[in-house]
Each structure stands twice: as structure tokens, then as C-alpha cells.
């Protein structure tokens, strides 16, 4: 089963109306009762709502021409992929590294990280600028900014 688990990157089609019909049924099934996958063969299975969720995104992306990437979580990564996916530079990323923020293994010279980790990372920044943007909200509303602001002086 390990073997099925590989990285893989899908390309938009050239002509993407036909997922846009598709696009458009499945955002209107979205009331309906189960999903199931019908085979070939006519065989049918349920697909759990995760799945069903993740189908729908991947078909809305490549319908508005995005590529979308699958990759385990365990998926070793290079420091440019890593750096490319936080859309940083990768002199930054190698300072993180550095600095701890994100474990990282070394083959020879070369460093690698693991996606999990980078995602792992990702989140925990987002988390802690959320929590920056709500406390420098909170003081500024203490502070009666929002109130100094609210009529923008004429300058002209």
C-alpha cells in the first residue's frame, strides 16, 4: 500500500469547461444524501465526507487552472520546496532551520525537511499572528483609537 503513496502533481487540462460543469453539479449535490464512487464495473462505495471534500477542491482548483500537488505528510522535501511553500527565500528558511524552528535531517550537505513539519510550522505562525493582530486590536480599541480615526481629517 506504501507504494501507492507517492507525490504527484496534476496540471489543469487545456480545456477546463468540462470540470467547470462538474464544478457546478457538485456544489449543487451539496444537500443531497451520501456520495459514493461508482466503478467501472458498476460497483459502488460510499466516500466519507472528508474525501468528498477534498474531491470538490481539487476539481475547483483545476477548474480555475491551478495546479494542485498530492503528497503523504512524511514526504521529504528540499529546502528550495520547503522555502517555495512558505513563500519565503530559502537563505531565510535555512536561518530557521538554524535557529531550531523546524527539525530538519541531513543528507550529506544537504539539508531536508519533512512536509509535515513545514505545514506544522506554517500553522504555528499563522496561529501566533492571529493572536498578534487580536491583541494590537484590543489595545488600539482601549486605547480609543478606533474612536480618533473614525472621521478622517480634511487635508485640502
Known sequence: MSSALRE????PPDDPAE?????????????????RLVGPDGSEIDIPDELYGVLRDVVTALSEGLAI????????L???EAADLLNISRP????????????????????????RDVLDYQERTRQARRRTLDQM??????DGLYDVTATPRRTR
Request: charged share 25%; no cysteine.
Open 69 to 76: 500537488s498530492i503528497a503523504p505528510h512524511n514526504t521529504m
Open 137 to 142: 486590536t484590543a489595545e488600539a480599541e482601549e
Open 92 to 115: 531565510t528558511l535555512v536561518r530557521l532551520l538554524s535557529e531550531g524552528e523546524m527539525p530538519h535531517t541531513m543528507r550529506g550537505r544537504h539539508r531536508r525537511v519533512m512536509l
Open 8 to 11: 504527484r502533481t496534476v496540471l
Open 19 to 35: 470540470l467547470a460543469r462538474f464544478v457546478q453539479e457538485l456544489r449543487g449535490a451539496g444537500g443531497r444524501a451520501r456520495a
Open 78 to 80: 528540499t529546502t528550495q
